[in-house]
């Protein structure tokens, strides 16, 4: 009989993705795998691949719309049949996707949810009769190498293909470019209120009156960050302390070693010391690497340093995140960071990259500007504002001389830590950029 296809549950408390291209046409014969649809939810956009081989009968979406989690996106007929229990598993309507199997949906290029298993196991050994574990990006890729997913020898955890086993498998040269995403004009996508938060604005004057005017609706990613920023400028209590630290010798050490760096495939960067010194300045200050659970009165210290980084892509705003930076050396964040970067700006980040984030920082010195008091990423509790640094005159043992000097603004939750907590938490960050040997060392 007719099997419907639904949209799974996403994790992460998403319930709903906005359909951006439909992939397929009604009487399509695809194979498993092959791509369907291409979604965009609060954290990513994401493409959708086909859970199983079959004849596509009928397509219950179309691009613009929201749909829900558990709502049909596919019927495929009885030539989907064949696709055994993990395609009956994947249509089930009522089934959450299991840690292991998610990332048919959500995983870009990060690792899988709750995977602890070492890698190294031949991936045809983890996935039985059923799909290979690998996500939808690096199954795209094993199809644009002629590479078969059952004969990668796979490392990833839990036994999971990675972009890297393809390419090794393909003979270890660069990554193709993938197709174009493409995307519906913003004048042919339904606009969409924005969630109330706090008190109702007073209506618009009617604008036209003085002149002509284009409606523009907001797209799924924009009016979620808008609704983001109001909620957390409407809840928490921001305050903002500001700093600069004399970045002269980090600067040194960055232009000394940026071509032994490219030697290894890394690009030296301020961002990858930023990251390291916030990491272990949080690891001395907690009350900052938290979130405050307000109805029962308690504080969620996360003993996890996972930090965020604001990525400006021309969608809008991004955080992608970086894991345990505090037990990483500078040299593999800034390698981490430049393909997470990357991905966020050709749209390929996954639900993994961009959640489960502790702690902020935002980079706006290639952009210009003397600071910025940033909006705290609710349901964090703070965020680090880094502008641009600039050659001044100051006083070392009597003498005016240049130094690089870096603006620096905390912006916490006044809830949760007094003025002097961020000023110390704040000349830790400082101290620690003035050092740049110990944040080497990770120490």
Known sequence: ????????????????????????????????????????TDKAHVEIPSPMSGRVAKIHVEAGQTVKVGAVLVTFDDAAAGGGKQAAETMDPARKLAPQSRTTIERGHARQVDSRAPGG????????????????????????????????????PGGRVTDEDVRAAAGG?????????????????????????????????????????????????????????????TI???????????????????????ARAKEQGVTLTLTSFLLKAAALALRAHPQFNASLDAPAGELV???????????????????????????????????????????????????????????????????????????????????????RGRLEPAVREGQIVPRLLLPISLTFDHRVADGADGARFASDIVRRLEHPDELLLGL
């Open 301 to 387: 210290v996360k003993r996890y340093v996972h930090l965020g980084v604001a990525v400006a892509t021309e969608r809008g705003l991004i955080v992608p995140v970086i894991r345990d930076v505090d037990r990483k050396p500078v040299i593999e964040l800034a390698r981490e960071l430049a393909a997470l970067a990357q991905r966020t700006r050709e749209g390929k980040a996954s639900l993994d990259d961009l959640k489960g984030g502790t702690f902020t920082v935002t980079n706006i010195g290639a952009l210009g500007g003397t600071g910025a008091m940033p909006i705290i990423n609710y349901p964090e509790v703070a965020i680090l504002g880094v502008a």
């Open 121 to 156: 196991s031949a991936a045809a050994r983890s996935g039985g009769d059923g799909p290979v574990p690998a996500t939808p990006a690096t199954r795209r890729l094993a199809r644009e190498r002629g590479v078969d997913l059952r004969t990668v020898t796979a490392s990833g």
């Open 173 to 233: 040269h660069g990554a193709t470019s993938g197709r174009a995403q493409a995307r519906e004009p913003a004048s042919s996508r339904p606009a969409k209120p924005l969630a109330s938060v706090g008190l109702e604005p007073p209506p618009l004057p009617n604008f036209e009156q003085w002149g002509p005017i284009e409606r523009q609706p907001l797209s799924h990613l924009r009016r979620t960050i808008a609704e983001r920023m109001a909620l957390s400028a």
């Open 236 to 258: 928490v209590p921001h305050v903002t302390h500001f700093d600069r630290a004399d970045i002269t010798d980090l600067d040194a050490l960055i232009t000394r070693n940026l």
């Open 1 to 40: 009989m007719p099997r419907p296809f639904v949209l799974p549950d996403l994790g992460e408390g998403l319930t709903e993705a906005e359909i951006v291209k439909v992939l397929v046409r009604e009487g399509d014969v695809i194979r498993e795998d092959e791509p369907l649809l291409e979604v965009e």
